[in-house]
């Protein structure tokens, strides 16, 4: 693993060099991985974006999880809300560690998900996410904040995921966020879809997820640039919150675990464009158990109950 310094350098010469390569950072943008593609096969990883993160079979597997006690959910989720109101946030993602129990390995684990973006690292952690970071094609930077979530078995469920107050204003302060942090690598930044459903399939229901589409156009030496670029633009703004600087301290507060690669972003350059997603739907081994790490945003118009349910709703295998 690379420092922060030294994998923005080797990102950037990459970049200038027009060498395809494959990246991955923690949380916070700390520390990262960065590999050339040529030079991936040694480091025991395997990864898919887009139509090849597809799985064509839906195996049957044991898959249970020990969600973490409400009353344990509420500590955070109260002190998450107080610094809401005393006017220190606008929005925080706050998320748990679950454990869960499975007779799938990591490999197996990726080998069923279907997910857009998919990724294994050796035996310590396996993702599969349905949310872009950031592409770049031909001088265009686009984002696709992801934020809301129901169950699609919901009566009305469409309507009451657009129609709901509390998952407008996160969108909206998400949005924002996104658009005012490509502002300061790019030009001409604008929304240009706003409040598109998706559906995600899981190994239990449909879920269906708020997105929107930001772009902006880069400068003409991006890649020279990709390394110093992109780690302006961490932590993502999805998985953290408004304003950065003091939600990212509000999480570190609230949070009992630290989160290392998980909300991170993943990331392949193919000489020309860039494609990346948010490390979520993350699931990581620690002294042979596995966790499960979820979350979601919270703000002034959250419910605790309703927090909680969508935490144990994402804990789930795509497939």
């Given at each position: 693993?690379?420092?922060?310094?030294?994998?923005?350098?080797?990102?950037?010469?990459?970049?200038?060099?027009?060498?395809?390569?494959?990246?991955?950072?923690?949380?916070?943008?700390?520390?990262?991985?960065?590999?050339?593609?040529?030079?991936?096969?040694?480091?025991?990883?395997?990864?898919?974006?887009?139509?090849?993160?597809s799985?064509?079979s839906?195996?049957?597997?044991?898959?249970?999880k020990?969600?973490?006690?409400?009353?344990?959910?509420?500590?955070?989720?109260?002190?998450?809300?107080d610094?809401?109101?005393?006017?220190n946030?606008?929005?925080?993602?706050?998320?748990?560690?679950?454990?869960?129990?499975?007779?799938?390995?990591?490999?197996?684990?990726?080998?069923?998900?279907?997910?857009?973006?998919?990724?294994?690292?050796?035996?310590?952690?396996?993702?599969?996410?349905?949310?872009?970071f950031?592409?770049?094609?031909?001088?265009?930077?686009?984002?696709?904040?992801?934020?809301?979530?129901?169950?699609?078995?919901?009566?009305?469920?469409?309507?009451?995921?657009?129609?709901?107050?509390?998952?407008?204003?996160?969108?909206?302060?998400?949005?924002d966020?996104?658009?005012?942090?490509?502002?300061?690598?790019?030009?001409?930044?604008?929304?240009?879809?706003?409040?598109?459903?998706?559906?995600?399939?899981t190994?239990?229901?449909?879920?269906?997820?708020?997105?929107?589409?930001?772009?902006?156009?880069?400068?003409?030496?991006?890649?020279?640039?990709?390394?110093?670029?992109?780690?302006?633009?961490?932590?993502?703004?999805?998985?953290?919150?408004?304003?950065?600087?003091?939600?990212?301290?509000?999480?570190?507060?609230?949070?009992?675990?630290?989160?290392?690669?998980?909300?991170?972003?993943?990331?392949?350059?193919?000489?020309?464009?860039?494609?990346?997603?948010?490390?979520?739907?993350?699931?990581?081994?620690?002294?042979?158990?596995?966790?499960?790490?979820?979350?979601?945003?919270?703000?002034?118009?959250?419910?605790?109950?309703?927090?909680?349910?969508?935490?144990?709703?994402?804990?789930?295998?795509?497939?």
């Amino acid at each position: 693993m690379l420092r922060r310094p030294a994998a923005i350098q080797q990102i950037n010469a990459l970049g200038k060099s027009h060498t395809p390569f494959l990246f991955f950072t923690d949380f916070l943008g700390t520390s990262a991985f960065v590999c050339p593609l040529d030079q991936l096969q040694k480091h025991n990883i395997t990864y898919a974006f887009g139509d090849q993160a597809s799985s064509h079979s839906k195996p049957n597997f044991a898959f249970s999880k020990q969600p973490l006690l409400r009353e344990e959910f509420a500590l955070a989720f109260r002190y998450v809300v107080d610094q809401i109101n005393f006017g220190n946030s606008y929005l925080v993602n706050l998320t748990v560690k679950t454990p869960i129990t499975t007779n799938l390995s990591l490999q197996e684990i990726y080998a069923v998900s279907k997910a857009k973006y998919k990724l294994r690292y050796q035996d310590q952690f396996v993702f599969f996410s349905p949310e872009t970071f950031v592409k770049i094609e031909d001088g265009h930077i686009y984002s696709y904040p992801m934020k809301g979530t129901l169950d699609a078995a919901v009566p009305n469920a469409r309507q009451q995921l657009l129609n709901d107050p509390k998952e407008t204003a996160e969108h909206v302060t998400i949005v924002d966020l996104i658009r005012n942090d490509l502002s300061q690598i790019a030009e001409k930044v604008a929304v240009t879809k706003f409040r598109f459903i998706t559906e995600v399939q899981t190994h239990e229901k449909t879920l269906l997820q708020v997105s929107s589409e930001i772009r902006g156009q880069l400068p003409q030496d991006y890649h020279s640039r990709l390394g110093t670029l992109l780690f302006k633009l961490l932590p993502a703004g999805s998985i953290s919150g408004a304003p950065k600087k003091e939600t990212v301290q509000i999480i570190a507060n609230a949070e009992t675990y630290e989160r290392g690669f998980y909300t991170g972003i993943c990331g392949v350059y193919d000489g020309q464009n860039l494609d990346s997603g948010v490390m979520i739907r993350f699931i990581e081994k620690e002294n042979n158990q596995l966790y499960y790490k979820s979350g979601g945003g919270i703000t002034s118009f959250s419910n605790e109950a309703s927090e909680y349910q969508e935490v144990i709703d994402k804990i789930y295998i795509p497939c």
